[in-house]
């Protein structure tokens, strides 16, 4: 055990260069590379996430697993994943980033090959646990290195391009793993994020890098010049636990904390529901569905990047008008989703719109708010409380989807015909509540 913290523990503060034209290239080099990994990186490591919301159907129509069950399993990733973002968003403020995601991604891989073997309830929900429990590394990770490389007044737009990683993410899933699935069946729909996730580690390993201190670097802070206002001194070794319990204190965090756990149950709702429906209620093949669903994380893209200009440039870093803004345009896409005319256009449109508001959400409310409201040298562990929130209900979405949907599901003359009503209006009063209690935080102040 204690090889293995050592192992995981970041490295010794090294002397400062003197040299600040050499300072300046170490620093422009590893951002570079940083942004790569940890955006690159974690996006396609979400393959490993999202593998079991495109063999759904073909698991229920082969008889291996009914809805309920799917929404049994699929809810251990999003339970494990919620308490490991916890506990592994504290111990990121504690440890060295290149070990910590790399380590992460090459267990999950492994998860997912077993998956490929499984046709057990037992064994798939406590695979698809392991495997969201090691998941749950990936955002500390991306977080907590960016506080470290990233200064305050940049942080929203890089957190946007960073953001860009879950719409990468979803892409790749619903058009590659969705058209691997459909050429090879269900197995290796677990066995080539698999194999994309094995790639990631190896790449990721050699990318990130420790904090600036220990490659004879000032703070980013320093470096940039942008501080919010006058940094106070680290005095004692406990400071970094004691400030991570001082979060527990602010009361923004909490009502962020279930702003963001509502966006996430509809969030995951299309993620892990969005083909079945497509394909049973509108009509789409496998892989019609997954390229609409493509269209989402395209336009999620901008979305993510969008975001961070706009809550940066235009609004001074401050982000509840801009979760007003994206958040209605959100709305306004499930209702053409769900209630709008089944033409192509129409959709598109409603997926584009949806697509545009989700992902700058996810963006603020799964993370970028919280490193607002918080101390910075903590932002692992406020990733870590939103997580926890957030997944607990895309958990809780999981099994009450899977039970409704099961509910409506009706078999007549060996056809199945399912009634999607009660889960649309469950996703959509979600997404309603969540903007709420996000805009309820308009006068929240930063901190540095």
């Known amino acids: 055990m204690t090889a293995l913290l050592k192992f995981f523990a970041p490295g010794a503060d090294a002397p400062l260069l003197g040299d600040q034209g050499a300072i300046d290239t170490l620093y422009k080099r590893h951002r570079f590379r940083i942004m790569v990994a940890i955006t690159l990186g974690y996006g396609l490591s979400y393959t490993c996430r999202l593998a079991l919301g495109m063999v759904k159907k073909p698991l229920i129509d082969a008889g291996v697993f009914s809805p309920t069950e799917l929404g049994l399993i699929g809810s251990a990733l999003f339970y494990t994943y919620a308490f490991g973002k916890l506990t592994n968003g504290f111990l990121a403020d504690h440890a060295n980033m290149k070990r910590f995601f790399a380590f992460s991604v090459l267990i999950s891989a492994i998860a997912n090959i077993g998956m490929g073997f499984s046709t057990t309830v037992a064994l798939s929900a406590a695979l698809w646990g392991l495997n969201g429990w090691f998941q749950s590394f990936g955002a500390p990770a991306g977080v907590v290195s960016m506080t470290q490389w990233f200064s305050n007044r940049e942080r929203g737009r890089y957190y946007g391009?960073?953001?860009?990683?879950?719409?990468?993410?979803?892409?790749?899933?619903?058009?590659?793993?969705?058209?691997?699935?459909g050429a090879l069946g269900w197995r290796y729909g677990f066995w080539a994020p698999a194999f994309v996730g094995v790639l990631v580690a190896i790449g990721s390993y050699f990318l990130i890098q420790d904090r600036p201190r220990t490659l004879g670097l000032p703070t980013v802070a320093d470096w940039r010049n942008d501080h919010w206002q006058a940094e106070k001194p680290k005095s004692a070794a406990g400071s970094t636990f004691k400030t991570q319990l001082q979060i527990l204190k602010i009361p923004a965090v909490w009502a962020l904390a279930l702003s963001s756990a509502l966006i996430y149950v509809t969030r995951y709702a299309i993620n892990s529901w969005g083909v079945l429906y497509l394909q049973e209620a509108r009509g789409y093949s496998l892989a019609q569905a997954g390229g609409m669903l493509m269209i989402s994380t395209l336009a999620g893209i901008f979305g993510a990047i969008g975001y961070g200009f706009i809550s940066d440039k235009l609004f001074n870093a401050r982000r509840p008008p801009a979760n007003l803004l994206f958040g209605l345009m959100e709305l306004a896409g499930l209702g053409i989703i769900f209630y709008g005319p089944n033409t192509y256009p129409v959709l598109i449109a409603g997926m584009i719109l949806f697509g545009l508001g989700m992902t700058a959400l996810v963006t603020s409310l799964g993370g970028l708010f919280a490193t607002d409201i918080c101390p910075k040298r903590v932002a692992g562990a406020a990733m870590g409380l939103i997580g926890v929130f957030s997944y607990l209900g895309a958990?809780?979405?999981e099994q009450i989807s899977g039970a409704l949907?099961?509910?409506?599901?009706?078999?007549?003359?060996?056809v199945r015909h399912y009634d999607f009503?009660?889960?649309?209006?469950?996703?959509i009063g979600a997404s309603a509540l969540s903007l709420t209690l996000a805009t309820s935080l308009w006068r929240t102040k930063l901190r540095d």
């Open 161 to 181: 391009i960073w953001s860009t990683a879950h719409s990468i993410g979803e892409g790749l899933t619903f058009v590659a793993v969705g058209g691997v699935v």
């Open 395 to 397: 958990a809780i979405q």
């Open 405 to 414: 949907i099961d509910k409506g599901m009706r078999v007549i003359d060996d």
């Open 421 to 427: 009503g009660p889960a649309i209006l469950f996703w």
